[in-house]
């Protein structure tokens, strides 16, 4: 049977984003005492500002256009382990704080210029961005616009052609 | 008219899947009345799929959620199970198990069975299948040779639609294939690169797959290359073969088949007076009712556990251990086929070049171990393929922004490729499933035990199977080659087989040449359990159907003598 041959091991980074630097979380003692896995508008509007700025507009729709925010909670809720979901929950809870402790405020009400500022600051080393980030890439590009306006998209290929020198996607 | 007249039938065939397919096609066609059992519902083809539905409108976008996991702890394990082919996988809560060594049991109980997800690859075994058993004494033999299955191999394979190249090698017969699906550049590169390279003869080839690249039918067409079937979701353009799309619509056609879902048969019904088997009782799982149908013959295609445990099941006077067990064999020789041992690396070439569609098979790489005296490996038995293929995928970005976007779909700097290799699993007497004694599911049968495993044999093969995958890929050219294992338990190849095997002496098989039970003449099994052996080529659905029809047609022409 066929089912693994096609998956080419070194070539299925499909969006495979190479961050260099894993971090780890700032602050552990910021753990909020519950989390039943639903999230605030605010924090979906977050997921989605968070995006734009990893993967803003530019000829093509960015992530916030995308909604990767309302797709990326339904994803937690229903997909995560506890210990995951729990993690992530910390991510959000710990973004706003670094944005409070260096903006004095939250994310959602900082600046383009400051929330620019924090996602550099994250890039650096932030193991909970690490899986947003990748969240946010997986959303975009599993979206509608991720699929068809991002890339060229070909939901009935109709041929196999080995050998073009026509990027396909 | 009695209830017993009413449900009257010449032929009962247990099970859609695959062969269950390929009997209830065969029997109507000879003009049997065949009433047809499938314990899940309805799946009609095209009407029911929903392959043409775009990712973005799965709420999960195919991922699999935690209710999945906790309703089919097993299935939602297996490499295709998704957001959208979860459908044609069994709820493992509702259909228990146990594992007294790890087993993975993929099921899908629906009409059409995992026919509708099946792998597709379609490799007819060779003569070294069949007489490996006598030559070396694990198993017993085989009571047919290649000879007797080829003319039937040549039957199917036109119908089932097999794209494929033609090689003329004896321990890998050509069929009766469709044109083969390409090679992309840097696999051709590679084919011809290690072409001569290796004593014994280790080669490329097109891999054989039951998609279409011609049309064969209605509602049969060619492939599209949208990598549905792959991703266990079905075609709405029948580009591949499945008992929904082929073999149940042409029973249909005939007017002799009642298809009757939601109906699992617990148990075979035998007259010792006679000494055949009568009928059979079957659980509506609607209904909870008990229905009791009969027929003159009965096809067993339940799939090679189900198979066993419904004659497990079926005890009397005359069969206290289940019947046609007087061997005791059924439910043992279990095997499947170890697999996912192999190498990958990138290729330094074809910059400039992509792949456009998602072919649905790759390439091949026919057994060299073990052939003949030149080829003999020192450290064990029989020997495995390779299937594989080259790919180019996305290199990502790092950092964020713009730039991160526009990286995000750059090609990777070089193309991929892997190779990974599928086993024989030698038959042990000790590998086996049984009934529970106590224990039943919820709709009132014993829950199959399974204790299987890998042995000498198959563990001496893995560090060959890496290592000579290895060698492939560097004699084709491929750089930072690194083998890998993925360390699969048995079960996970879903070929599992041999728990009713075929066999010349009634002693030590349950079924004949012809795959008719040596005790109870008018049954015939041509699912996987009537396997004497794993094989060495995987692919063993094609092998099933032949011999299928093959029992088929012999047991119409007994009917017709009144032998049975």
Redesign the interface.
Known sequence: MERRAFIIKGGKSIGAIGLGVLGIYSCQSHEPAVFNGEFSLEEVNMINEIGEIIIPITDTPGAKAARVGEFITVVVRDCFSEKEKKEFNITLADINKICNESFGDDFLKCKESERLKLVSKMEEGHGGYKTLKNLIVSAYLSSEIGMTKYFDYHPVPGKYDGCTTVRPW | MNGKDKNLYDAIVVGTGISGGWAAKELCEKGLKTLVLERGRNVEHIKDYDD?L???EL?????????DRTKSPVQSGV??YNERSKKYFVNDLDNPYIQLKPFEWARGYQVGGRSLI????SYRRSYLDFEANAKDGFGVDWPIRYKDIAPWYDYVEPFVGIAGSIERLPHLPDGKFQPP?????V??EVAQRIKGKFSDGRMIIN?R?ANHTRNIGEGRGQ????GSC?AGHACSFGAYFSSNSATLPAAARTGNMTLRPYSIVQEVYYDKETRRATGVRVVDTETMKQYEFYAKIIFLNASTLNTAAILLNSKSDVFPNGLGNSSGQIGHNLMDMP??MGA???FEG?K????????????FVPRFRNINKATEHKDYLRGFTY????????????????D???D??Q??D?????I?A?AEHLPYYENRMFLHEDKKDKYGMPVICVDCEFKENEKAMVDDMMNSAAEILEAGGLK?VET?N?NKIPGS???ETGTARMGNNPKTSVLNGWNQMHDVPNIFITDGAAMASSGTT??PSVTYMALTARAVDYAVKELNRRNI
């Open positions: 043409m775009p990712n973005w709420p999960h976008r195919g991922r699999i959620t935690n209710e490499y295709n099946w792998g597709r690859q699906m390409p090679m992309n550049c696999e051709s891999g797959t492939c599209q290359y949208k792959g697999y996912g990958q690396g990138v074809f400039d070049k992509f792949t456009f569609g998602n072919r649905p098979t790759g390439i299937q594989g293929g080259a790919g180019r995928g996305r290199k990502g970005g790092t950092g964020f922004g713009r991160f976007k526009n995000m779909s090609p990777a070089h193309w991929s490729m892997s990974t599928w930072n890998y993925w190849c879903i070929h995987p692919g």
